[in-house]
């Protein structure tokens, strides 16, 4: 069975979810806030080394979900509604922006937030998301 691991990373205000078997590697969030996402260190994600509005806008930003956000305060109710966007990157996945019902080929009903990346490649391990196969492929389309 295929364990799907979340890493959470908390400061007083806000706690980055990090979803490993979601990420396409992308590298946005190092190439975009590096004092905070470090790959190559652990723990990766250095949360006090950035404001929580930093880190939020951040998470925000991540093409495939595989990093989200929960504020640490109960009484927050911070929630986005977000219009559904659908997005082909060239060369690379099908995202689509808002909340999803996926379900997969087992019935199996899965929510979606934020951003959602799909494989057009055919060759992703992950089925029916996208793992970052593509670069390695050569995929155009």
Same mark, same amino acid.
């Given at each position: 069975?295929?364990?799907?691991?979340?890493?959470?990373?908390?400061?007083?205000?806000?706690?980055?979810?990090?979803?490993?078997?979601?990420?396409?590697?992308?590298? $946005?969030?190092?190439?975009?806030?590096? @004092?905070?996402?470090?790959? /190559?260190?652990?723990?990766?994600? !250095?949360?006090? +080394?950035?404001?929580?509005?930093?880190?939020?806008?951040?998470?925000?930003?991540?093409?495939?979900?595989?990093?989200?956000?929960?504020?640490?305060?109960?009484?927050?109710?911070?929630?986005?509604?977000?219009?559904?966007?659908?997005?082909?990157?060239?060369?690379?996945?099908?995202? $689509?922006?808002?909340?999803?019902?996926? @379900?997969?080929?087992?019935? /199996?009903?899965?929510?979606?937030? !934020?951003?959602? +990346?799909?494989?057009?490649?055919?060759?992703?391990?992950?089925?029916?998301?996208?793992?970052?196969?593509?670069?390695?492929?050569?995929?155009?389309?």
């Amino acid at each position: 069975m295929d364990k799907k691991i979340k890493k959470k990373y908390s400061n007083d205000e806000v706690t980055v979810v990090w979803q490993p078997h979601l990420c396409i590697h992308s590298g $946005i969030c190092a190439k975009e806030l590096p @004092t905070v996402f470090r790959p /190559k260190e652990k723990p990766w994600v !250095k949360v006090d +080394a950035a404001s929580t509005e930093e880190l939020v806008n951040q998470v925000k930003n991540c093409p495939s979900g595989a990093l989200s956000y929960l504020m640490n305060d109960e009484n927050n109710a911070e929630a986005e509604s977000m219009e559904t966007v659908v997005e082909v990157l060239p060369n690379g996945p099908l995202l $689509i922006y808002g909340t999803l019902k996926v @379900t997969d080929m087992d019935g /199996k009903v899965e929510m979606k937030n !934020k951003t959602t +990346a799909f494989c057009r490649c055919g060759h992703s391990q992950n089925k029916p998301y996208c793992d970052g196969r593509h670069r390695k492929v050569g995929f155009e389309g």
